[in-house]
């Protein structure tokens, strides 16, 4: 095992922030400063010169990843290892940056992530790793020092990383542990011996939920703009996609769909995790992604009808797919303080098989035609009163 796969157990995305810390910092005496200047124009598309100097860095600084400052700019760095952006996140960056260097003029804001994630401000320049690695890392001319031996470590384990999450989304039947060993703990795990390297890279650095969530992410590219709050998150270990709050788009004035109950409105959602799909009515968010306020009335009218609306459901769904009682399992919340009902069924593939025994291209093309199977469901939903 490479000596960065044991720190990266403890915490990947905290591991590789700092390091790249270390990386750019007067410490690091395995490259020269001109070769730190050149690994920073990378991240920042060439807006440093050669002449700048690296004065300071931090790491995990007003809960910024990386800060880099030098004479007359600072870069700041969001290491995403895993998918994880919150509604504005970015932005409160970005003021933060501000608020600590009011008097440097140049801001520059990089979003490095593992394999292709878009920030969510146009203010953010996007890198991915495996950029990082070939167009900086890779060239590196190292000076006669200790150091460049635990940097070329770093890079022999980063290749490894950024291959293995490649190797899986190319295809994700050959890695079928990513999928059933994703909810054990590390020493509850046996992964077999005869199985590709990068399948055991990733199930050996328990990276298995991270490894879904890009798939997942790569997977809804084509309809997360349908959607105001579209996430991919996660439920003891399983990776799953959580797509709420779908835009009505049939004209300019676009809007969220809502179902309204008595004259509450309810919030539309659509979630997949492993092989079954939900179609939710909730309480549900505000736009900046914060959970509404409990109101008991909201959630005793929502107790009363859930099972018209889940026959509603089903009615729907009969006149489009002809399928008698498709959605097989009505779930109604038991908590107390839980506004939820959901309708939900199995995602069925033609060769009967599960759905992780699938390529990404089969995966996506099912998922796809499910979500769009919910989203006529939602917008005819929406159009009753109850």
Known sequence: MIFFEYLQNASTEKVHSQFLGWLFSQGNLGISDYEKIKLLNILTNNSISDNEKILQVYT????????????????IIENKIKISQSINQLKKYEK???????????????????????????????????????????????????????????????????DSIEAFIESPESMTNIFTLANKKKYEKII???IN?????????????????????????DVK?????????????????DLKKPIDKSNDNIKVKTLSIAGFEYDFGI??????????????????????KFDQKKKNI???????IYNKINEISYKRNKLENE????????????????????????DGQKFYRHNFFELRNVYLKEIKNCQYVIDQLSKVHF
């Open 302 to 308: 929502i107790d009363n009808y859930s099972e018209k």
């Open 60 to 75: 995990e600084n007003q809960n910024i990843d990386i800060l880099i400052k030098l004479d007359n700019q600072v870069v």
């Open 192 to 194: 077999p011996s005869n």
């Open 197 to 221: 390297k990068h399948e055991k890279y990733i199930c050996r650095n328990n990276l298995e939920t991270i490894a879904q969530k890009y798939l997942y992410q790569k997977i809804i590219e």
């Open 96 to 162: 933060e940056a501000e608020n600590l260097y009011p008097n440097l003029e140049n801001h520059s804001f990089v979003f490095l992530s593992l394999i292709d994630e878009k920030p969510k401000s146009d203010n953010w320049l996007k890198v991915t790793y495996k950029q990082f690695l070939t167009n900086g890392l890779f060239n590196l001319e190292y000076l006669d020092h200790h150091h460049r031996y635990i940097i070329k470590e770093y890079i022999t384990n980063l290749s490894l990383l950024t």
């Open 327 to 350: 959605w097989i399992r009505f779930n109604k919340s038991k908590a107390k303080r839980s506004i939820y009902m959901s309708a939900s069924k199995g995602i069925k593939f033609n």
């Open 225 to 241: 703009n349908d959607f105001q709050l579209p996430i991919i998150t996660e439920t003891r270990g399983n990776a799953l996609i």
């Open 271 to 292: 979630q997949i995790q492993s092989g079954s799909i939900k179609i939710q009515i909730e309480l549900g968010y505000h736009k900046n992604g914060r959970p509404k």
